[in-house]
């Protein structure tokens, strides 16, 4: 069984919370939801198997077991780390990968520095500039 995408989750769980009646069958779901009460079987049958075979099941024994999915996939989701965008802006400063380099990673002199650490979002930047012209390349 496939895991169910969270956003068809909540709008079953939202609009069986809304519904305020103690037995809801998957057609009368179908009816408020608008999808078809076999695709709404197969989606909640990750969290009841017997669901596909009793079509008279009461989906409200699931609401339960929806909300912790639910509050469990908002949990992870937002435990991730956020990356922030690189700006075109930044990307600017420097007019190709040899630009960089030499920017960033060169003493005075223009020495190579083996010391340099590049940070996160430098190595992120380095990368955008490689695919840029590596994009170039194949246009020629």
Known sequence: ????????VKKFLNSLLKMNKKYVTSERLSKVVGIYPEIINEQLSYFEPTLMMDPEYNLM??????KKYVIDKEEKSTNLIKKPAIKKSTLEQYDSVSDFIYKRMTLVGGLLDRNVVLSDTDLRVLKKLITEEQQRRKKK
């Open 1 to 8: 069984m496939n895991e169910p995408k969270l956003s068809e």
């Open 61 to 66: 024994e699931l609401v339960p077991t929806l």
